[in-house]
């Protein structure tokens, strides 16, 4: 079953009882109302006014919950993840630690190729030429020695959107604001599926920044990307004004966990393809398997 998000951006007081995330609010004529914490993947806080209780925190980590805390400019900027993701948890982080460097080269060459391929589909979808995004992606590189990567980028950036002067960067033009947030939730859905396969997000395959304590999740997101672009794609081009993040807008990016995607043959929601995906790294890691499943784009 496909999890659910709650986002909450107004005041409100949550609580816990009998398994039920109980949700109350200051206005006297708004009813109070309750969802069952098992049908829930992420809870995201946006207003400065709400109150959650330690004991409704404490089950939402023991149901491996990701709860994702905004700053006064409503921006995700927190995670709240479980210690204890897995029953094997520190034999599992064991073997992270223990991958080889040929092995994350592989991996992280297997990485690249399937984002480079999803944003070869997404500009094919959108009627734009893709030819050498496809023969990046099919000479990749161990460890993506050729920075294959980057040249995709400049690419891909030039031509997804219909903007001009358009350059993808944190602090840039508009959708950079909708393609921040959009990455903010895939980046806490991928961290989560890492967290729930028993490894540790801040030891990455490539991301090696001391100061990041996702770094493997940075990691494994980047084929998930293209996912996100779709959703900012249709916001885009259906939109008169995107320049601001609106309730509309933020729900609309807040469905990413819940979309359809591919993965080994199959249709997933992303948030379920992405435990599929952090399984399949596992098992590389243990040695069990060479092959990281990706999601394709389609």
Same mark, same amino acid.
């Given at each position: 079953?496909?999890?659910r ?20 609010f ?15 993947g ?15 925190? &404490?089950?939402?980590? /023991? ?44 991996? =992280?060459?297997?990485?690249?190729? &399937?984002?480079i ?7 094919? /979808? ?13 000479n ?11 040249q995709a980028?400049?690419?891909? =950036?030039?031509?997804?959107f ?10 840039? $033009? ?19 599926a ?5 490894m ?5 395959? =490539? ?35 995107y320049?601001?993040?609106?309730t /509309? $807008?933020?729900k ?34 243990a040695?069990?398997s ?9």
């Amino acid at each position: 079953m496909i999890k659910r998000t709650l986002f909450f951006g107004n005041p409100a007081y949550l609580s816990t009882k009998n398994e039920q995330v109980l949700i109350s609010f200051p206005e006297v004529d708004k009813p109070s109302r309750s969802v069952p914490i098992e049908d829930l993947g992420m809870i995201v806080l946006e207003n400065q006014q709400i109150t959650v209780t330690n004991g409704l925190l &404490a089950k939402l980590t /023991e149901k491996k919950i990701a709860v994702v805390t905004c700053n006064s400019q409503h921006l995700p900027d927190g995670l709240l993840l479980p210690m204890h993701g897995h029953s094997e948890q520190a034999e599992r982080i064991r073997h992270q630690l223990n991958a080889s460097l040929p092995l994350k080269k592989n991996l =992280w060459q297997q990485t690249i190729t &399937a984002k480079i391929q999803n944003q070869a589909a997404l500009l094919k /979808e959108k009627g734009k030429d893709s030819a050498r995004m496809h023969y990046l992606a099919k000479n990749v590189n161990s460890g993506d020695s050729g920075n294959h990567e980057a040249q995709a980028a400049a690419i891909y =950036w030039q031509s997804i959107f219909d903007l001009e002067d358009f350059n993808r960067g944190q602090s840039g $033009i508009p959708p950079n604001n909708l393609l921040n947030y959009g990455y903010a939730i895939l980046r806490a859905v991928i961290a989560r599926a890492l967290v729930s396969s028993g490894m540790f997000p801040g030891v990455g395959i =490539w991301h090696r920044n001391k100061y990041n304590a996702y770094c493997l999740a940075d990691d494994i997101m980047e084929p998930y990307r293209p996912f996100v672009d779709l959703v900012v794609c249709h916001l885009v081009e259906t939109l008169d004004d995107y320049s601001e993040l609106t309730t /509309e $807008i933020k729900k609309e990016l807040l469905s990413i966990p819940a979309l359809d995607v591919r993965i080994d043959g199959q249709k997933s929601p992303l948030m379920v393809a992405a435990s599929r995906t952090t399984s399949s790294l596992y098992d590389c890691f243990a040695g069990v398997s060479r092959k990281i499943i990706y999601p394709d784009y389609e």
